[in-house]
């Protein structure tokens, strides 16, 4: 006989937890290197046309800058491609009214096997019209 202790979709939690950890740490150093680049940017433009040696010194260490932040900004798009798969949520695409719907109607759905279809559709038209509910329901 085989026991199973806790959810069995325990570990892409895990994953996505761990990812989305990544993704926060690799977004944070983004904002880091942005701001030095703001910085470095800030010092460039003060620097106006004073001499050369030091104008030069500037833009290099403003293109040193920007590369860093361009390079930290690949990181936290592919950690935003890793959450997205190990949560099963695309963090690229816009919210939109008609996902927040399908969600819902998802949950709702979920929950047929505790609540009768009257009530499914009485929580439901709290969120939705009653022809959206009856669609997501499948009720006549």
Do not use: H
């Not at 989305?20 to 680049?37: I, M, P, Q, V, Y």
């Not at 969120?127 to 997501?136: N, S």
């Amino acid at each position: 006989m085989f026991l199973v202790v806790g959810p069995v979709w325990a570990i892409s939690y895990s994953s996505c937890r761990s990812d989305l950890d990544d993704l926060k740490r690799r977004s944070d150093d983004a904002a880091d290197k942005a701001r030095a680049a703001s910085d470095a940017e800030d010092e460039l433009e003060e620097c106006g046309s004073s001499e050369v040696a030091e104008f030069r010194s500037k833009l290099d260490d403003y293109e040193s800058a920007k590369d860093s932040l361009e390079s930290a900004l690949e990181d936290v798009a592919s950690k935003v491609r890793a959450a997205s798969s190990s949560c099963g949520f695309d963090l690229g695409q816009p919210i939109s009214l008609d996902n927040v719907k399908a969600r819902f109607c998802k949950v709702l759905n979920r929950e047929r096997i505790y609540l009768s279809p009257a009530v499914l559709l009485d929580e439901c038209k709290k969120a939705m019209t009653e022809e959206e509910c009856k669609k997501c329901l499948g009720v006549k």
